[in-house]
């Protein structure tokens, strides 16, 4: 397709451009507006078509909110300098309490004049409410950009702004279609990221270099990135010294892996590193392996007990340990709960969720097992697992419980009936006639996993957005929403999670057939994964790293109908190959799990007819919250109210579409 012609097709799906005089962005006196108020007018003016001011508005809203980032850590450090909170115990014991105070109140004051005298006026003035704040750290303004950009006819900036928006939300279809696009139309390969942190460019280079058996040059980078990540996390905290909400953050888990440094020719630096892994992984055996290894050679050469792990990284675990002793304190004196995770996974099981289980070698009707793929046996995990609470209520008095993850053989799954009626089904299936796109969430490919099927997709905003244009009933629309959430509260309920489950990802898919292409197959219609990494069968690991969508926490599957052949669901062992269970699908029949290694799982061939479901994918961080999920909630919300009268916040359910 020419360029001209992709440009236009782009022009189309992103709407025509709009005419006008831009408006001034927010005046205000210096430094200027604060970045929220910049935010919102880029927005407002992006709304209106006016994409020249929405442009200039949005890029000082980065602008204001990098430098009121920058001047806070700025202030920070050098506060921590000039104001430290350590203070000389007072010698009378009612007094004692006093020092401390009197350390606050002058890094407080430090903070404050520090600010003001780099002219950024009060603190109230830059205090923006939590969905600005969000959205600034999803990258939303990029997605802004890309838009208003494309429209302005300058593609190498449309392509960055989509690029560094789609690095924060990879699971954006349109956006992965659209640079597929810039690449076609602009012929642009090297994409900046013009959020991109130095520890993370050094590290990635460090791994390249690592797997071109460069190690000079890998361990280059990779101390660098050490440094420079030490630098960050410091930031870090320097950031979020203040007061802090968490509400529903009870699920934090961060992770950090450390990956062993390979020294060329200096075994004293390797044992180093290797004793430094260990602090995080003590069970490794590969690295245990190694740490012998570098022991042998370097035997009677030098003392090996004076070879301690790298300080960093030994401060780093002495100041966790701390810092969860403290929380676990403060948790048992405030009176809440609070769950320490187990953090330092390389693999993409969840250290801290799971459990050994046992096969059940006899299969049930509903999932029979095929004679001869081997279902009995012991789970092979060399990790530890511990049991994780499920069975919890089901909500929904016609859904009926069918296997747990004991009968299905592995961990965190579980398998339901009639989450949707017959009815139900046929109309979301009328709905799916209507709206599918061939190629719709796979960037525009057809036969993304096999040639032998072809698969279409839609998404719930798209359905929403039939319905309210008179393309299908609305009603019709609404069930394709209403079900998923349906699906979302069961998940979230019978898994017993502490916390909220979001939506990263929603698609109806229908893969179908091709007539002529099934003698012989011996592939299968999608290929055996993971949802939140990598399986390395060979390995029997999954490694929880991009470009998996490692953000994932559980997932499910809603079937719409049984009328063809093939098509079975299967989990199988890490080796990708021994089968544990199978699931045949039918109408409201929901398979459910946790999305990391313990659950690898593909589908089997579809050979004749079309198979469709409802593909939910959720996740327990609010940051990776599906974006067209977000906005088919306030067109719901619009919608209701507009059944019920004028809505006193005036959002128009058009605009949201």
Request: net charge negative; proline share 5%; aromatic share 8%.
């Amino acid at each position: 397709m020419a360029p001209e012609l992709l440009l236009l097709l782009l022009l189309l799906l992103l709407g025509a451009s709009g005419a006008g005089e831009p408006p001034a962005c927010p005046p205000g006196p210096e430094p200027g507006p604060p970045y929220d108020a910049l935010y919102t007018a880029g927005v407002e003016a992006h709304s209106r078509g006016d994409f020249a001011g929405s442009v200039r508005c949005l890029e000082r809203a980065l602008s204001a909110e990098r430098r009121l980032r920058e001047t806070r850590l700025g202030c920070g450090v050098r506060c921590r300098r000039e104001a430290p909170l350590s203070a000389p115990a007072a010698e009378d014991a009612a007094l004692r309490d006093l020092p401390v105070f009197a350390a606050l109140l002058r890094r407080a004051h430090c903070l404050r004049s520090c600010r003001q005298g780099a002219r950024l006026g009060a603190d109230s003035r830059h205090v923006a409410n939590e969905e600005v704040r969000a959205d600034f750290q999803r990258r939303v303004p990029y997605s802004y950009l890309q838009r208003a950009y494309i429209q302005l006819n300058q593609l190498d900036k449309a392509a960055d702004a989509a690029h560094t928006f789609f690095l924060a939300n990879p699971e954006h279809m349109e956006v992965q279609q659209d640079l597929e696009i810039y690449k076609t139309m602009a012929g642009k390969v090297d994409l900046v990221d013009r959020e991109a942190r130095p520890h993370m460019e050094d590290y990635l280079s460090g791994v390249r270099h690592y797997e071109q058996e460069e190690y000079h040059l890998a361990i280059d980078f990779l101390e660098r990135a050490l440094g420079g990540y030490s630098i960050a996390d410091t930031e870090c905290r320097v950031l979020c010294e203040g007061s802090q909400r968490f509400e529903e953050y009870e699920y934090l888990d961060y992770k950090a892996t450390l990956y062993e440094a390979i020294a060329v020719d200096d075994n004293v630096k390797a044992l180093e590193c290797a004793r430094s892994y260990l602090l995080f992984h003590p069970d490794d055996e590969d690295v245990l392996d190694n740490e012998s290894y570098y022991e042998a050679l370097l035997e009677g050469s030098v003392d090996l007990g004076s070879i301690k792990p790298r300080e960093e990284a030994v401060t780093f675990l002495r100041r966790h340990k701390l810092e969860s002793y403290l929380l676990q304190t403060g948790a048992a004196g405030l009176g809440f709960l609070y769950t320490e995770s187990t953090y330092w996974s390389i693999s993409g099981t969840r250290q801290d969720e799971h459990r050994h289980a046992k096969k059940n070698p006899h299969m049930h009707a509903a999932s029979p097992c095929p004679s001869g793929s081997g279902c009995g046996g012991i789970f092979r995990d060399h990790k530890i697992l511990k049991a994780l609470f499920t069975g919890g209520p089901l909500l929904f008095s016609d859904v009926e419980f069918v296997y747990n993850s004991e009968q299905l053989n592995g961990t965190q799954r579980v398998l339901l009936e009639k989450v949707m009626t017959e009815e139900e089904c046929q109309e979301l299936h009328q709905v799916a006639s209507a709206i599918l796109l061939a190629g719709d969430g796979y960037r525009g490919k057809t036969s993304p996993h096999t040639p032998n099927e072809r698969f279409e997709g839609a998404t719930v905003l798209k359905a929403l957005k039939f319905g309210y244009e008179g393309l299908l009933p609305l009603k019709s629309a609404r069930l394709f929403y209403d079900v998923s959430e349906k699906a979302r509260k069961i998940v979230e309920s019978y898994f017993m999670l502490n916390s909220t489950l979001y939506f990263s990802y929603t698609h109806l898919v229908c893969r179908t057939a091709l007539t002529g292409q099934q003698e012989r197959r011996n592939d299968l219609s999608h290929p055996i994964h993971a949802d939140n990494c990598l399986l390395d069968p060979e390995a029997n690991e999954c490694w929880k790293e991009p470009p998996a969508y490692t953000f994932r926490d559980y997932s499910a599957l809603l079937y719409m109908n049984s009328d063809f052949e093939g098509g079975e669901f299967i989990f199988t062992e890490m080796d990708a190959k021994t089968v544990t269970a199978s699931i045949k699908p039918k109408c409201g029949r929901m398979i459910s799990f946790s999305s990391g290694g313990e659950n690898p799982h593909g589908v089997k061939a579809v050979t004749k007819g079309q198979r469709c479901a409802v593909a939910l994918w959720f996740t327990l961080n609010p940051l990776y919250r599906e974006l067209e999920r977000i906005q088919a909630d306030e067109v719901i919300a619009a919608l209701d109210q507009e059944r019920l009268g004028p809505s006193e916040h005036g959002i128009n359910p058009k605009e949201e579409l």
